[in-house]
Each structure stands twice: as structure tokens, then as C-alpha cells.
């Protein structure tokens, strides 16, 4: 039994150093990042270059195609080939990303993608040295909760490129709330190991808590695009429109995906988690009915997952309908996102309910 105790103890202490470990690594890949940006932005010689292209491609000889008829040969041009996203958007080609197409910004960019795997690594050790202290899940408190989230949502980034998405362009925003989080998780809401609260000692933690994690993981990505779709969308007005953007705006948002690329790499990953977030309510409900009695009982979490749901499904909805398509429809989505964040932080902190795990 000392033995026991002993061995768990350790591997509290060594859960607790590899998260501040994997910290320290992505505090490398954040400025690695910054690197990527700053010595990515297009130079004077790089926009002289691409115009030069630009003039170059204007002055070649068009392609024609040759129609024989009776009496004679017909030339005409090659007609052009326009792909649209969708209806009234614009053609506009995707930025070359954060490394702004130069060797030296791709070299950085690869050296972050490089630490931010080694931080992934040293943290998900250190989430599972959490579990086999404590020996059951560790999602029993707020602050394994988020270090399992900011696990999830780096291995999320990382399996789409590993996927070969052009999703680079997260690492940045991603990195940078990763430590946010880590830096809540270890100054705020770090509380001891401890075994569960009766209500939760069931296998349906595994289950509905695991889910609701990576749900959270993908529809935080899912914001991070949108709300990158409304900064790139403007900037795209301004120009349509004959603005002049400033310096930084044409370093940085020039160098982002096309607004409609954006928004539909958006749509994409929240209509695909939606139905997950779906199954996690209704495995939630199941718990309740075990642990309470009840699968229902308008508790504050249980509220706010519901209110999170309709708003992703009123954001899907928007999508589908005609005038809402767009900005008004990208609103939505962050406001959802926002329950989403309050389900979390908000009741699990300020709202005394059957849910109130926070352990601070």
C-alpha cells in the first residue's frame, strides 16, 4: 500500500514536470512561428518578383484552338476556366502561407510544426502520468481537463497535416492559446490528484467526456478559421472596393487562405463534429439517468450544452439559407463557440450545479 502511494506520488510529480516541460517547447515553437511570419512577409524584391511573373504571364501568346470548317480554318481563344466556391463569391487564390512562399520563412515554419510535435508528445505524456497516478481518466477536474483539451486540439492540428491540409496558418493562434490554456491550468485551477466524486466514477466518463473534449478540440479550430475568414473577408472588400489596406494587413492577411476558402474549411469542420456534439449531450443524458436518477434535469451545464448545440445547428442552418451565407453566418458560428467556452469556464467556475468540478 505505501509502495502504491509512493509510485503515484511520483508520477504526480512527474505529470506536473512534463506539463510545464511541453510549455517550455511551445514557447519555442511560438516564437519559431513569429519567425515564420516575420521573416516570411513578402519583401520589396518578392512583390517586385510576382508582378514581373504577373507581366510575364500577360505578355505570352494566348492559347488558341483551331476549328476546321468547310472553306477554311476558324482560330479561337481558349475559352477560360473560373472555379467559384459558391455563388456570388470571389475569385481570389489562396495566400502562399505564413512562410510567404521564401525559403528562409519555410524553414522556420518547419522548425515550429517540428516543436509543437515534441510538445504534443512531452504533454500527452504527461496527461497519461496524470491518469496513472490517479488511476482512472483524467478528466476529473479543470485542470486535467485542460491540459487533455490542449493535448487534443494540438493533435487535431497536427492530424491535418499530417492529412496534407494546408492548415499551417493555425499554428500561430493555435500555439499561442495553447499556453494560454496551460498557463490558466497550472496557475488557477491546479488542484491535487484525487479520486473521483462519486457521480463520476463511471465508464461513461470515458465515453461522454472524451467526446465532449474533442468536440471542443475541432470546433475550437473551427472558430480560430472563422474568425481569420472575417479578417481575410474585409481586407478583400477594402481591395475590391479600391482601399488601400495597411502595411501589416497586406503582410499578414495577403498570405492567409482566400476568405472562401476560409469559410468553407470552417463549415467543413463544424458540420462534420456537429453530429459527435450531438451524441455528446444524448450520452450525457444517459449518465444523468445513471448517476442521478434523471436524464434531464435543466442543470446549468446541462442547459448550456443544449444552448451550444443550437447554436452550431442555427449556424448549419444559416449556411443553407439564402442571405445568411457569410459574415452573418461566421457570427453565428462564434457565438456558439462562445457557449461553448462559457459551458466551460463560466459554469464550471461561477455556477454552483451538479457540475461543479472546477476543484478551486
Given amino acids: 500500500m505505501i509502495l502504491a502511494a509512493t509510485t503515484n506520488e511520483s508520477l504526480a510529480r512527474m505529470s506536473d514536470l512534463l506539463i510545464y516541460s511541453s510549455m517550455a517547447v511551445y ?46 480554318t476558324t482560330v479561337l481563344d481558349k475559352p477560360k476556366v473560373v472555379t467559384r466556391s459558391a455563388a456570388g463569391t470571389r475569385d481570389v487564390p489562396d495566400g502562399p502561407g505564413a512562410a510567404g512562399g521564401t525559403v528562409q520563412g519555410d524553414l522556420y515554419g518547419r522548425i515550429a510544426v517540428s516543436l509543437t510535435v515534441l510538445a504534443f508528445l512531452v504533454e500527452a505524456s504527461g496527461v497519461v502520468a496524470r491518469a496513472l497516478s490517479v488511476q482512472r481518466a483524467p478528466w476529473g477536474n479543470m485542470y ?104 501589416f494587413a497586406r503582410s499578414v492577411l495577403e498570405r492567409l487562405p482566400a476568405a472562401a476558402s476560409l469559410d468553407k474549411f470552417a463549415y467543413r469542420v463544424n458540420a462534420a463534429v456537429f453530429p459527435l456534439w450531438t451524441f455528446t449531450i444524448i450520452a450525457g443524458a444517459i449518465w444523468a439517468g445513471d448517476a442521478w436518477g434523471r436524464y434531464w434535469g435543466w442543470d446549468a451545464k446541462e442547459v448550456w450544452s443544449f444552448i451550444t448545440w443550437v447554436g452550431y445547428a442555427a449556424y448549419l442552418h444559416a449556411r443553407a439559407t439564402a442571405g445568411w451565407k457569410g459574415r452573418k453566418a461566421a457570427y453565428i458560428a462564434l457565438i456558439a463557440f462562445g457557449c461553448f467556452l462559457f459551458n466551460y469556464y463560466g459554469v464550471n467556475i461561477f455556477v454552483s450545479s451538479k457540475h461543479s468540478y472546477a476543484g478551486v
Avoid at 474533442?214 to 473577408?233: K, S
Fill in 27 to 72: 514557447t519555442l515553437a511560438f516564437f519559431a512561428h513569429i519567425a515564420e511570419w516575420v521573416f516570411g512577409s513578402r519583401s520589396k524584391v518578392g512583390r517586385t518578383a510576382a508582378a514581373l511573373t504577373q507581366q510575364a504571364q500577360a505578355a505570352a501568346p494566348a492559347v488558341t484552338v483551331q476549328v476546321k470548317k468547310a472553306g477554311g
Fill in 144 to 247: 486535467e481537463f485542460s491540459t487533455t483539451f490542449s493535448t487534443v486540439a494540438v493533435g487535431a492540428y497536427l492530424g491535418f497535416l499530417l492529412a496534407k491540409k494546408n492548415v499551417r496558418w493555425i499554428g500561430l493562434p493555435l500555439v499561442t492559446t495553447v499556453l494560454l490554456d496551460l498557463g490558466m491550468a497550472v496557475t488557477w485551477l491546479k488542484t491535487p490528484s484525487d479520486q473521483l466524486v462519486p457521480a463520476l466514477d463511471s465508464y461513461w466518463l470515458w465515453i461522454h467526456v472524451s467526446t465532449a473534449i474533442f468536440c471542443g478540440a475541432v470546433f475550437y479550430i473551427g472558430a480560430v478559421a472563422t474568425l481569420l475568414y472575417l479578417f481575410r473577408d474585409s481586407y478583400e472588400n477594402k481591395l475590391a472596393t479600391g482601399g488601400n489596406p495597411g502595411a
